[in-house]
């Protein structure tokens, strides 16, 4: 066997023995998972929906299937750089066109779960990060950033949009610890557990939506709606992410998982 | 959340009541009247060149044989001879009897056959209403002059929908006439009002505190949302009012799209959901509002117009559906109503409130098609004389 | 206007009954070929000798006389399908009357069959008119006895009569019924058990309304020779009249065709009412009845109860009616019924009743009124008969 069969072989095997365990970062995509709702004068991202085909019935006596529709942006889901305007121009920016060896990096993980249960609106700032590589060592380049939040508990009630007369209320980065996450630790992408990869008031940031903004006019990608983020090491896990490849796609519903050291 | 006594008291043991329409066979000619009947009107065949009036309906005028139209017509009579039935071999009557009818002679001239009221006697003068029965076919209903319709004889209520003690399901809590229906329906003593938000609407302050109103979810653009809110009511539902629409300008796809999925495909949603509970119910109904734009459209909203076409399209075989079942499927049309959804549409816009009031009057008078509004009663006007103008002078 | 002619060398013969039954498995068909069977038994004629036939029924849809005929076998020369129900044994009468005396038949067969189903009376309610499915049914669908109760409500008002003179007619008609074996209701009713019957449609009671049954009735048409040379007895037709729709202006039926052409009918015939040895009028509803005697002339106009009043209507009374108990005791069966007042004042004055004879009847009045087609009756008709000595 080659080094490299060694290390494929290795991977089922562990996965097979429990040494790998994989956790599963999706949410259950349902009628009722809120997607994210924008002013009333633009256009609106459209929930998913599924009607019943057939099930064991007139409609199809052996067979049970749905149709379904949705927004790119629904659910779990991935953000390319086509998806912003600034990220418009980014060579195959696209879902159908991401090279697939980007569908697979490790990841760190930052517990920001104390400082948004304290402060809902809690800004992760550049101050923020540089202490948090005080004490957990520096990020190392080409991985995903997943904020963990322990947002993913407010799923199934109003609390996980936390919509109010001034919009929506969630943590997320500003335009500084972007910067610091895409130009000095090269990350591959963010990954949030909250609707959206910017704070629920980002659009009046200074600099607004910060994390889509710089993210995507560099090329980076977006994770949103994840769970279970609090079963992930601060290193040591690789995220699986693939998206349909739909043609020209800014993005899409997937099934993420994480693989960690298991038992 | 309070619910106010229901005075209706029910075995838990005993057998689902079935229940039963009047006979439905009628002319061609019987069923004309029963359109201008569910429009409201009051009319009787009158010949085009002798001006005789005639009834029951017939298709030639017994005085001259000339051409027959219908005619709004006055609303007097007197009750010459009465009788109390008390034997049938109809299955609907039978549930209801004794019954009492009689023979009034209108003042427009013939002869008829006509429901009572309790006040009425003979020799006494009488105020003639034409109804719409449980079949869904127009019927004289003959009150004491002057009489207001007293909502506890039971057999003016086989014609109306009484709002008292009923349980109702309005849809749309977010929107002002959903808001000034409920608020409505509750003035009006409905037991229970279940109003459904859709998310991640946050409950209306105007709502809030209301004795029998309960909000639960409910997005008619998703079945299984739909399905689970009247799984939520479990008891009986009396009446649906559905105040759910998607107002925008222009016909882009998304709009549309989202109109359609709202208004038509929400319709069929909600229709096919509480189809079944309305029928087991004494005095189901369904109230829709509708916009005038579904007779013709109007070119700024495009969109919208086509929605609601579609939308008045399925209500009316909804209606029909309905027909043999008892459930009366009730229209209000509306011009530009006075919400949010029409800042840029001059007045005359309807307030809320009227359409709210509209739909109490509906349900509590028997009406199958109400326009609320100058707006409405204007463009059924227009639309009933000469669709083709209508369509062409609504949009210079 | 032309005079009319007599109803010279034309007989009415062999009226005949087939018991009626209250519900019938069987057809119209099947009760109209039995009734021709029982003319046959009578006069010895087979089919190929009926060169004319008389049909009236509700219940044989969708066939009319036409299906019948080849239903039935025959191979008439003139045929006629009367639908005017209680008016209809008249009606068959004068049509076929005048079909024998002008030579285009020789021997008609009148015939009248209904069958009566479980259901067959709600479905013909329901369906029995344009008027009635637009206008009446879906009022509290009463069927016959609302709309009469309403003609009764407005009749008892305008001429200040009470119930217990329609009591005593019913109760008289009931007394004549119990010596007729085929009547359905034989038992004695009081005029008390008949006031305090239980409402059907208010001011109709249980003693108002007649039981639908199955059931058929003829008679037949023919020259006197022929009836001779069959051995059989005759009756001549003294004088008829028939009137539809008449005084449509009236607001409520409060008298019928019979005042348009009353004055004809007993001029023709050269006996008045009080020739009269027995009335067989049409008794859907006594409300019905007194109009009837109050129409054809036995009392002045509008003291119909004063008359009932001091008549006895008994077999063996002052003016025997409806001797067979009438349909208010023996059954209405349908278009039958139109038709028993024919052979019952027949069979009196040729002294072959079912039932008692009335002493002494020679001269019979017959009375028909047919088809309520939305708040009325619309067919009235009326004979005068003599049994030919």
Redesign the interface.
């Known amino acids: 066997m080659t080094a490299v069969e060694t290390v494929l072989s290795g991977l089922t095997s562990g996965i097979a023995s429990g040494g790998i365990a994989v956790v599963d970062l999706t949410n259950t995509l349902s009628?009722?998972f809120?997607v994210i709702?924008l002013p009333a004068e633009f256009?609106?991202c459209?929930?998913f929906?599924?009607?019943t085909v057939s099930r064991y019935d007139g409609d199809g006596p052996a067979w049970y299937w749905n149709n379904i529709s949705m927004n790119e942006h629904t659910g779990t889901h991935f953000d390319a750089p086509a998806h912003w305007i600034t990220g418009k121009d980014v060579p195959n920016g696209t879902v159908d066109r991401l090279p697939p060896a980007d569908f697979i990096h490790p990841a760190v993980v930052i517990d920001i779960s104390a400082q948004a249960a304290a402060d809902e609106d809690f800004i992760l700032t550049r101050a923020f990060l540089e202490a948090w590589e005080a004490s957990h060592g520096p990020i190392p380049p080409r991985h995903w950033i997943l904020l963990r939040t322990d947002w993913y508990k407010r799923v199934g009630t109003?609390a996980y949009?936390n919509?109010k007369e001034d919009g929506a209320h969630s943590p997320g980065p500003d335009a500084e610890a972007m910067r610091f996450l895409v130009h000095e630790r090269a990350c591959i992408g963010l990954g949030v557990e909250t609707v959206g990869t910017d704070a629920g008031q980002a659009a009046h940031f200074e600099e607004p939506l910060p994390a889509h903004s710089v993210l995507h006019g560099n090329g980076r990608y977006g994770l949103q709606c994840l769970t279970n983020l609090d079963q992930l090491p601060v290193r040591g896990a690789v995220i699986v992410a693939t998206p349909l490849k739909i043609q020209g796609g800014s993005g899409s519903p997937l099934r993420v998982i994480a693989l960690k050291p298991g038992l | 959340m309070t619910l106010r006594p229901r005075p209706e008291k029910r075995d838990p043991l005993q057998r689902k009541v079935e229940r039963h329409v009047p006979a439905g066979l009628r002319s061609r000619a019987m069923h004309a009247m029963s359109a201008r009947a569910a429009q409201g009107r009051f009319v009787l065949q009158q010949c085009v060149e002798c001006s005789a009036v005639t009834y029951p309906p017939r298709d030639i005028c017994p005085v001259c044989w000339g051409e027959l139209a219908w005619r709004d017509q006055v609303q007097g009579a007197t009750l010459l001879a009465e009788t109390t039935v008390r034997v049938t071999t109809d299955l609907y009557f039978r549930a209801h009897m004794p019954w009492r009818m009689g023979t009034i002679a209108l003042d427009a001239g013939p002869v008829a056959l006509a429901h009572l009221s309790r006040n009425l006697t003979v020799g006494g003068r009488a105020d003639v209403r034409l109804m719409i029965d449980k079949g869904g076919n127009a019927a004289l209903f003959a009150m004491a002059a002057g009489e207001e319709p007293d909502m506890s004889d039971k057999q003016w209520r086989e014609f109306v929908v009484p709002v008292r003690d009923r349980t109702i399901l309005v849809t749309d809590g977010r929107g002002a006439v959903g808001q000034a229906v409920v608020a409505a329906l509750q003035a009006a003593g409905a037991a229970s009002v279940v109003v459904g938000l859709p998310a991640p609407a946050q409950p209306p302050a105007a709502l809030a505190g209301l004795t029998g109103v309960r909000i639960v979810p409910l997005d008619l653009t998703d079945t299984r949302s739909v399905s689970e809110c009247l799984t939520d009511i479990a008891g009986p539902l009396d009446i649906v009012v559905n105040t759910a629409r998607f107002v925008r300008r222009g016909d882009g796809l998304i709009d549309q799209k989202h109109a359609l999925d709202v208004t038509v495909l929400g319709l069929l949603r909600l229709t096919q959901g509480c189809a079944p509970m309305l029928q087991g119910r004494p005095s189901g109904a369904f109230v829709d509002i509708v916009s005038s734009a579904a007779l013709a459209p109007d070119a700024g909203f495009p969109a919208f117009s086509a929605a609601q076409a579609a939308h008045l399209s399925l209500l009316q075989s909804f209606r029909h559906q309905m027909r043999g079942s008892g459930v009366r499927v009730m229209t209000l049309f509306t011009g530009p109503v006075d919400d949010e959804d029409h800042q840029s549409v001059p007045m005359p816009k309807v307030a809320p409130s009227r359409i709210a009031k509209g739909v109490v009057d509906a349900l509590e008078g028997g009406r199958e098609q109400l326009c609320v509004g100058d707006a409405a009663v204007d463009a059924m006007a227009r639309w009933s004389d000469d669709p083709a103008l209508y369509i062409r002078e609504k949009n210079l | 206007m032309r005079g009319r002619l007599r109803y010279d060398d034309v007989v009415l013969c062999a009226p005949v009954t087939v018991p009626y039954e209250r519900y019938s498995s069987q057809s119209a068909h099947w009760w109209a070929g039995r009734a021709l069977r029982v003319l046959a038994d009578v006069t010895g004629l087979g089919p190929r000798d009926f060169d004319g036939f008389c049909f009236s029924s509700f219940s044989a849809g969708p066939d009319t006389a036409v299906g019948m005929v080849q239903h039935l076998g025959l191979s008439p020369r003139w045929l006629d399908h009367i639908p005017t129900g209680g008016a209809s044994g008249v009606m068959a009468m004068r049509r076929a009357a005048r079909a024998v005396q002008c030579g285009d038949a020789q021997i008609v067969a009148c015939v009248a069959a209904d069958t009566n189903h479980l259901d067959s009376f709600r479905q013909t309610v329901a369906g029995f008119s344009r008027f009635s499915q637009d206008a009446v049914y879906p009022y509290g669908s009463g069927g016959p006895n609302a709309t009469f109760a309403l003609i009764t409500d407005h009749y008892m008002r305008t001429f200040g009569i009470g119930r217990e003179a329609f009591g005593k007619l019913c109760v008289a008609q009931r007394d004549n019924a119990r010596s007729n074996p085929l009547a359905l209701q034989r038992g004695v009713l009081t005029l008390d058990a008949y006031l305090n019957a239980r409402p059907i449609s208010d001011p109709v009671h249980l003693y108002d309304c007649v039981m639908p049954c199955a059931g058929a009735d003829a008679y037949i048409v023919t020259t006197p020779e022929v009836a001779q040379r069959l051995g059989l007895r005759m009756v001549r037709i003294l004088s008829t009249i028939e009137r539809h729709n008449a005084h449509p202006q009236d607001k409520v039926q409060w008298r019928g065709g019979w005042t348009m052409d009353v004055d004809d009918l007993w001029a023709m015939a050269g006996v008045g009412p009080q020739d009269v040895d027995v009335l067989q009028v049409y008794d859907d509803y006594p409300v019905i009845v007194a109009m009837q005697i109050d129409n054809l002339g036995f009392c002045p106009p509008g003291e119909v109860a004063d008359f009932i009043r001091r008549t006895d209507f008994t077999i063996t009374g002052d003016l025997p009616l409806n001797t067979n108990g009438g349909q208010l005791s023996a059954g209405q069966a349908g278009a039958a019924g139109g038709f028993q007042n024919v052979t019952e004042g027949m069979r009196q004055i040729l002294r072959q009743p079912l039932g008692d004879q009335v002493p002494d009847a020679r001269i019979a009045a017959i009375s028909g009124f047919g088809l309520v087609n939305y708040d009325r009756g619309i067919c009235t008709a009326a004979a005068v008969l003599e049994a030919v000595a």
């Open positions: 009628p009722d809120p709702v256009g609106q459209e929930p929906r599924m009607e109003l949009l919509l």
